[in-house]
């Protein structure tokens, strides 16, 4: 069974605007990654949070992850053309190998 | 410079054939993973080895077989038995325990 949701499953802002996806789990989780894939590629790691951290910043993007609710946000903040792309959450649970992915959110940044 | 290679990067079967998608990896990593993904849908894992010379079946294992008899190498091969194979996959790896994927470009696979 799958593990992460991402919501919503598109997202087409203007460029300059932020952008903010999130993601629900199920169970318990070692890490929550976040990967980015353009059409037709292979996925690109973005960031990782631990499941004792509540933030994480790097760049434009930041991250949150709130384990009570079993949920993440991802925020692109000044969002450029060059972001549109999926975005995917994945999380490790009990096999700290094994790697679930959601469905991912569609993001368009019109120019 | 270090990546994953996967191919071919598109290939067309037809009904009954065997096939064998190519993953390559000279990152050194431990962990290599096979991934099936759907249009608009996620990734789903078929297989994964942690060690050369052992894998592990996925969530959507058959129909699918590999082999990890080099640490670089992680051949994937979709069988006939696989009812529906169209669909776009993904080679991945990572250093044991270190929580982040690396990913090859993928191999799209449409049968005739």
């Known amino acids: 069974s799958q593990q992460g949701e991402e919501d919503p499953q598109a997202l087409s802002i203007q460029e300059g605007e932020n952008a903010t996806m999130n993601c629900s789990y199920k169970?318990?989780?070692?890490?929550l990654q976040w990967y980015r894939q353009n059409s037709g590629r292979g996925l690109v790691h973005l960031i990782l949070?631990?499941?004792?951290?509540r933030e994480k910043h790097s760049g434009r993007l930041r991250v949150t992850l709130d384990t009570s609710k079993k949920s993440s946000s991802l925020l692109i903040t000044a969002s450029r053309a060059a972001d549109t792309a999926s975005y995917f959450c994945?999380?490790?649970?009990?096999?700290?190998?094994?790697?679930?992915f959601g469905s991912g959110t569609k993001l368009n940044v019109k120019p | 410079d270090g990546g994953i290679t996967q191919s071919p990067k598109y290939l067309f079967r037809k009904e009954g054939q065997n096939v064998t998608l190519s993953c390559e990896q000279n990152?050194?990593?431990?962990?290599m993973y096979w991934y099936r993904q759907d249009p608009g849908q996620g990734l789903r894992l078929i297989y994964y080895?942690?060690?050369?010379?052992?894998?592990q079946k996925g969530d959507i294992a058959e129909g699918y077989s590999v082999s990890r008899e080099k640490k670089e190498s992680f051949p994937l091969t979709v069988t006939s038995a696989q009812k529906n194979p169209t669909a776009f996959y993904l080679c991945?790896?990572?250093?044991?325990?270190?929580?982040?994927?690396?990913f090859g470009e993928g191999s799209r696979l449409t049968v005739l």
């Open positions: 991945a790896s990572s250093i044991q325990e270190a929580g982040e994927l690396f």
């Open positions: 169970t318990s989780i070692n890490n």
């Open positions: 949070i631990r499941s004792n951290e």
């Open positions: 994945a999380t490790t649970v009990d096999n700290f190998n094994k790697f679930y």
């Open positions: 990152l050194n990593h431990d962990a």
């Open positions: 080895s942690q060690i050369v010379n052992d894998f």
